[in-house]
């Protein structure tokens, strides 16, 4: 693993991850191994099960306590100049994230642009290219605070997306879409995750079963499961509650995780 | 940069503070501007007036925009940003800025517009205007600086109070003490009235730049690997804002220097009827017909007494220490709205015996009586407004009995009562026909 951004590096490596916050007894992410190539990978998990503090360690935004975490190569924590040479190849929209009211959706675009070091010549072609991929072109001058829930969400994927990154961390990118906007973000994501590592974080098992190649199951801070969505498949067990196979493999892993937690300790 | 900077000035949240700050400038500017007169001084002195007032407000508005990203709760783009943390705070900063330097402009623009209509006399020192737009900059830029550090809405009073404490300071005399104790460079500040204040203004320069350094630091203060040698930083800045601040409240408050004497242009005014000359700083030339008829007409009334004159001179401050005893000084307020009235009244403490301190008060049956009524009357005031004098009708008669005579009769009165006018030695019956 290098300093920079490797282009033939894996999307993120961890191994034996552990984040803690401060005053909590317990880590938020506890000696987790994982490995995150091209395609989608789903992080699924019930609230606080680590998800959103495993994305944000991924994106920089958290730091690592121990074990060894490798993101395009680059090992975390780096020297801020390495940092922020990785920074542009990472896009990243939070679970809840803010936005400017008066911002266009251009503006916002093209200040998501500046930040990521995207030169000015080219901007313009990123721009178009992003607003093109969430069908936003025709709202480009509409100001966010006149979009709606599901449009609002498609402005913050084309700010993650709008400087062509190699790793995509989105935390909930599909809360508080409707039904049609669940299944064209599903087919937008298909699209990007077809030549770059996307992250998504998601409770929501239909989502995973739908988009994901690579799935991440995460209880108490630990990966309890990490696999294909068949492999997931094959833990199913039918007296588990849930109304899908999927979902029915989630909750055994789930029980069977706590279970062995509660026999060690 | 430059477009996310045109993109932070069309949103920045300066843009409705702004013209709330240019209004209030200017109309503090206007007020505290000299009444009647018009000169470069005035404005330099009032540009300087609401920049102190600004302070509290631009300190508190600074902190307050440069929270946007937490209050948006968009600091997830400034923390995964591809660029150096203070730079991707530039432009919004820049943009605050800008709409700062506008509301600045605004205010200079309206002081200098309403002197030009009153006629604006002198030359601007522009070291006076920059030093006021440095210290709303950097109350701005403190404001900025401490919202970055502190990360939290308690950066907007915390950025509020920094400028009120200094108020307070200097509002309870201690600013020179606590000056001369946190000013470093103590041993080598002198105030020398007649030279540039140099110091004043590199304390000013020192603010400045220990605030802009603050801003900078501050912006690294979230990086875990840059947190120490950024909190170092700001100290060292903030020692050198102290240090800059010390200089300035050292000076106490003196921004200008004592033009001098080559420096000065004068006017002289001409009285054809009594021959009478007045010479007195050009920018009280919109009041110079006010001055001459005012001057003339008591110049007529004491041409037959030993108090007799035809030349008289701005004294360029308001010691009256040396004064001969008689009309030759001329001492002007810019300040006031009523600038010939406050000549004749301190031209008449070098004249009475019994108005300066250490000297015998009014004598005679009607000692202070007489005085105010040889004031009201030299002034022109026609009534002695409310107050006891009004309701003495003893008073009241007097001034009535001098308005009422001729200009001969009142040369003579005078010249007969010169003695009395000098001593101050009045009794009623000098006031009756």
Known sequence: ?265 | MKRPFLIELRHSGFRYWAPIFALAGATIGWLNSFPRIAAWVSIESSMLDVAYFLTPFLAGAGAWEGLRDERRRVEYARRTSAIPAPLSVLPRYLGGIAWVVAAWICIALVLVLRSMLIGLYGVPEPILLLHSLALVLSFTTIGFALAETIQHWSAIPVATVLPLALYGATLAGRAGDVATWINIFRKYVAIDASLPNAMFFGGAALVSVGAAVVFAAASFIRRRAYRSPAILTMIVAGAVIVSGLGVMIGQQGRTSREPAPAELAFITLNDADTGLTIRVREHYAPVADELTDTWSRIADLFSESDLAFDKLEQQLDSDHQGAPQGFARLYLNPQSTEIARFSVEGALVDVMNCTQAGQDGPAGDFGLGGVVVMQAWLTGDTALGVGAWSNDPRVVDALDRLYSLDNASARAWVQAHTANIRSCEWDASDFQP
């Open chain 1, 1 to 265: 693993m290098g300093r920079s951004p490797s282009e033939h590096a894996s999307g993120a490596v961890a191994h034996g991850l552990t984040i803690r916050y401060r005053r909590a007894a317990t880590a938020a992410v506890d000696d987790v191994t994982l490995r995150f190539d091209n395609g989608v990978n789903a992080l699924v998990g019930r609230n606080g099960a680590g998800k959103t503090t495993l994305l944000n360690a991924i994106v920089t935004m958290q730091r690592v306590h121990a074990g060894q975490l490798s993101v395009l190569g680059v090992n975390l924590p780096a020297t801020e100049r390495d940092r922020l040479q990785l920074m542009r190849q990472v896009g990243f929209l939070p679970q809840q994230f803010g936005y400017i009211p008066g911002f266009t959706v251009q503006e916002f675009l093209e200040y998501a642009a500046w930040l990521k070091r995207v030169p000015t010549t080219a901007r313009p072609e990123f721009i178009a290219d992003a607003l093109a991929l969430v069908d936003l072109t025709a709202h480009r001058r509409t100001k966010l605070g006149r979009l709606s829930g599901g449009m609002l969400r498609r402005a913050g994927i084309a700010s993650a997306v709008v400087h062509r990154p190699r790793l995509l961390a989105l935390d909930e990118p599909t809360a508080g879409l409707d039904p049609e906007q669940r299944i064209r973000f599903r087919d937008t994501l298909r699209g990007l995750a077809a030549d770059r590592c996307v992250v998504i974080s998601s409770h929501l098992i239909e989502d995973v079963k739908a988009i994901a190649d690579h799935v991440l199951v995460m209880e108490g801070g630990r990966a309890v499961f990490a696999g294909s969505v068949p492999e997931m498949l094959a833990e199913e067990d039918p007296k588990m509650p849930g109304d899908t196979p999927l979902e029915r493999a989630y909750t055994a892993l789930v029980q069977r995780a706590n279970q062995t937690r509660q026999a060690s300790a």
